[in-house]
């Protein structure tokens, strides 16, 4: 029910609202930073895409679109999420790992009095 409600409101702001942009230019300082700030993580996305983990939008409509299908479809939703939920358990544990090769580099530490 919360999400037909969600649904219905973002639908009626959508059709009834006036899209300001402050700057004008605000998509094209946002997208032309999206390649670097995903490069980091190409990886783990590429990953949620491949088992429909999550869905690539490109603009401010294919991201309204993409949300008011999730939001009207429970089924899809919660699959989406599971998907995410099981490649993302596969990818935990990196912090650790890289933490363990970085400390190779480092001097020792000093004992403790």
């Known amino acids: 029910m919360g999400s037909t409600i969600a649904e219905s409101y973002i639908r009626l702001v959508f059709r009834t609202s006036r899209v300001l942009r402050e700057p004008p230019d605000i998509d094209a300082k946002l997208f032309a930073q999206h390649p670097q700030i995903f490069a980091m993580w190409h990886d783990s996305y590429q990953e949620l895409l491949r088992v429909k983990g999550c869905r690539q ?57």
């Not at 008011?68 to 790992?97: P, Y």
């Not at 933490?99 to 009095?113: H, I, N, S």
């Open 57 to 113: 939008v490109s603009d401010s409509a294919s991201l309204a679109e993409a949300a008011l299908m999730l939001l009207g479809d429970d089924g899809a939703r919660m699959t989406m999420q599971a998907n995410a939920e099981a490649a993302i358990a596969t990818m935990s544990g990196a912090l650790d790992r890289t933490v363990l090769e970085l400390e190779r580099f480092l001097p020792p530490r000093e004992a403790k009095a």
